[in-house]
């Protein structure tokens, strides 16, 4: 800023840092939004058939099921969740979900080994049902095959998918 003008209000400020960024690197910040713990997601966010999300973030990402999903099964009582260390190729059932409707397997949305687990869900499988794609994430994974990426549809086409 010019002498004796103060920057004012987080938005300004993010104005005037920008200012020194490339495009690249601004649109990377653009894409970037917040998660669990304040850590920072790239909005690259894929779908499975199934119902699964995986919020990428390079080589690993955050795994869960979709509010499409958690709307359907209603009220969450009880998850199943993978040990650390665990490996799945795309489409193995990882864990399972059980609600007052229903009961269903969660599959993997790509080859991947899980590097940790959220222990909120484990404990308080209700958190599915309020905050599914963004506190509710089963596990986080270092994705094995970034290929199985492409195969998985990007939110548009997702909730096109939830439409039919």
């Not at 966010?45 to 869960?64: C, Q, W």
């Not at 260390?85 to 969660?106: H, P, T």
């Not at 080859?111 to 596990?139: L, Q």
Request: with cysteine; net charge negative.
């Amino acid at each position: 800023p010019p002498p004796g003008r103060r920057l004012r209000g987080p938005v300004t400020m993010m104005r005037a840092a920008a200012r020194g960024m490339s495009l690249v690197a601004r649109t990377q910040a653009a894409r970037l939004v917040p998660a669990v713990g304040g850590v920072q997601l790239r909005c690259a966010s894929k779908f499975a058939e199934t119902h699964e999300y995986i919020h990428v973030d390079g080589d690993t990402g955050l795994v869960g099921i979709t509010a499409h999903a958690a709307n359907a099964l209603g009220d969450v009582v009880y998850v199943e969740l993978p040990d650390v260390g665990s490996s799945f190729a795309a489409g193995d059932s990882f864990g399972s979900v059980e609600s007052v409707k229903a009961a269903s397997d969660v599959y993997a949305p790509v080859a991947c080994e899980v590097v940790a687990i959220n222990e909120v869900v484990a404990n308080e499988p209700a958190t599915i049902n309020e905050s599914p794609e963004k506190d509710a994430w089963f596990i986080k994974v270092k994705i094995t095959q970034p290929a199985d990426l492409e195969g998985l549809m990007n939110e548009e086409e997702y909730q096109a998918h939830t439409a039919e």
